[in-house]
């Protein structure tokens, strides 16, 4: 993976909207110090590279002006009768070229080295963020499904709970009405049983009761009927109509 400033001023992380998760500033900080320091090796290496060029087309105007300098190896009178002289050897290269282009290449390596370290940093460090990034998003997408999960299973136990209860209310209240109609049904044949009891009795008529003031005879006054209520049906009010 090569990694290029464009590459870090371009990265964008997914903005987490949770508790959990690191600050957004302290990321964008951080990148903006990865940035700067890649820009700074970037311009170092750029000016190694212009001082390599600088010292190639020295070493080349160097050369040049040493062979427009070299003078032409004259040619001797030759004697007829004697042999001819040796030629001249060539000029040996100034030992300050050989010293520059050895500069120059440690340079270009040193360059090299620096600028592939900074890039594997640079690599290491986003590759670092990145996993950080994911593994948060990926444990606050966890949590978040963990709770909807409980909060499903908390209204699923409530509205169980709440139907059961709703069923045994029910079941009393069913109950209640069966009785209270049971009730009204005895009641009605008991005041019925009892009126007729009155108008018609088994041993004949009362015998009439004579007042002292006046002298005539009184019928007795039938005793109230009393019915017992349970606790139940306390507070119900009874129709005529049933």
Known sequence: MTLTLEDIRAQQFTIVRLR??????????????????????????EALRA?????????????SRQQVAQPHPAVPPADRAGPQAPAPLPPRPAPDAGNAARLLEMAQQVADRATETARREAEALVGEARGRAESIERAARDRAEALDRDARDRHRTSIGALESARSVLQARIDSLHSFEQEYRTRLKSFVALQLNQLEIPADGPPAPTVRPETGTPSRPSPAPLKVPVPAQLRGFHLDDDD
């Open 20 to 45: 959990e998760g690191y600050a957004v500033k302290e990321v964008d900080d951080f990148l903006d110090a990865v940035e700067a320091a890649l820009t700074r090796l970037r311009r170092e290496n």
């Open 51 to 63: 001082q390599l060029a600088a010292a190639t087309r020295k070493r080349s105007q160097q050369q």
